[in-house]
């Protein structure tokens, strides 16, 4: 091969990322333009060979053998294709060698026509390589540099490519930086005129779940498997686990050592609160964990409904509900029940059922109210026939009788004395 175009190649093949045998074909398929523009005429399908070891070319008008030719610049008749080959049969590629016996010498629009066909067709390939590349990473998480704002937009640095983080996507009061680091899911990849389109995403509960298979080695080496995941982003999730392995304990591996690795998913995440609880075949036993904190007392299931109704001691009921029901809205999406609480007493009626005091208490109270105003009743008659005290004035005091005083005094002695001589 020709050193120079040798070296050439081997640096487009490294920049671009492509092979060095499809680069080649661009040329060839740029030479076939230039040819075209300078030589050759409507009715040629113009296909270029080029040997890159002395760079000499050879020039073809290529045909496929048909019975009825819709496109005469690449089909023939079977007809006239065994005019030009005696062989030819339907479906063969006739190869007609038009290779100027002079040579060619392209002229400056041949040669511009030559340079835009092969700029275009690199990138085509680069865009197909990108798109295959990111595509694969799909719903995969990758570290990334924030590139600039939009308003509310996020474009993210992914190296040979530029992902788009929307404000739907976004945690709840996050706040970027140009040029942080920031871990973040390749939600969806589709491919467009301009390249690849790459959506990002910081909300989607895959995040939790990759950021949880970076920390844990258990759940990346298969031995713990996320059963179940519910996500409400920058508040709360909850996450379901169970072992596959005798003698592990899945919350406890999710949880490491003085509680580091949940502590650094929830730091990534900007603090957002993570539950996680023991995966469960049994239903009752699996709606009862997804609702902890709180503390179940009852779980009776209507299996044709897909709903659940829950019993939890009256303290707990606020507890199970969640601030603004987030707990038990999480609880549901993470079971797949439809989770109905209801508070309860022990020996008693549910919060829900209790109501008001009964007639009976009502009428033992009137009852005992009615004896006590029976008894004051009583006792006032008995004050009222006791004899008022007679006021004596007593004369040691200065205190000078009354005309009425005098009388009832006097009568008062008679009747002492009366009674003194009877006796």
Not at 44 to 58: F, G, T, W
Not at 223 to 245: C, D, F, H, P
Request: with cysteine.
């Amino acid at each position: 091969m020709n050193e120079e175009f040798g070296a050439a190649l081997a640096e487009i093949a490294e920049e671009k990322g492509l092979d060095k045998n499809e680069i080649l074909k661009m040329i060839e398929a740029s030479l076939a333009a230039a040819f075209r523009k300078d030589y050759g005429n409507k009715d040629q399908n113009i296909v270029v060979d080029l040997n890159p070891e002395n760079m000499a070319m050879k020039i073809f008008d290529v045909k496929t053998v048909v019975e009825m030719p819709e496109d005469p610049q690449k089909e023939v008749t079977l007809e006239d294709a065994k005019k030009l080959k005696k062989s030819a049969k339907l479906g063969d590629e006739i190869r007609t060698d038009i290779t100027p016996k002079t040579g060619t010498s392209f002229g400056r629009i041949a040669a511009q026509t030559a340079k835009q066909v092969i700029i275009q067709k690199l990138r085509e390939a680069e865009r197909n390589v990108l798109f295959t590349e990111f595509k694969a990473k799909e719903r995969q998480l990758i570290t990334g540099v924030i590139q600039r704002m939009e308003k509310d937009t996020v474009l993210v640095d992914m190296g040979r490519a530029t992902g788009v983080l929307f404000p739907s996507e976004q945690i709840k009061n996050e706040q970027y930086k140009i040029g942080s680091r920031i871990k973040i899911l390749i939600l969806h990849v589709e491919s467009t005129a301009k390249g690849p389109k790459i959506t990002l995403s910081r909300s989607h509960p895959d995040v939790v779940r990759r950021l949880f298979e970076i920390e844990v080695p258990e759940i990346f080496n298969g031995v713990i498997e996320i059963k179940a995941l519910a996500r409400e982003a920058g508040s709360r999730t909850k996450i379901a686990v169970s072992s596959n392995q005798d003698g592990v304990d899945p919350i406890g591996a999710c949880v490491g050592q003085r509680g580091t690795r949940v502590q650094t998913v929830m730091a990534e995440l900007g603090g957002e609160k993570i539950d996680i609880i023991e995966w469960s075949e049994d239903p009752v036993k699996f709606i009862a964990n997804s609702l902890n904190p709180a503390k179940i007392i009852n779980v009776e299931l209507n299996e044709a409904a897909k709903e659940a109704k829950v019993g939890v001691m009256e303290d707990q009921l606020s507890l199970a509900i969640g601030k603004a029901g987030q707990n038990v809205r999480l609880a549901a999406r993470l079971s797949g029940w439809k989770i109905d609480i209801a508070g309860e007493k022990i020996g008693g009626p549910s919060t829900d059922e209790a109501g008001p005091e009964t007639p009976e208490v009502e009428s033992e109270a009137e009852e005992v109210k009615e004896a006590v105003e029976e008894v004051e009743k009583q006792e006032e008659p008995e004050a009222e026939q006791k004899p008022s005290d007679t006021h004596v004035p007593d004369l040691g005091k200065g205190e000078v009788p009354t005309e009425n005083q005098k009388a009832e005094t006097e009568v008062g002695e008679e009747m002492q004395e009366g009674s003194t001589e009877s006796n």
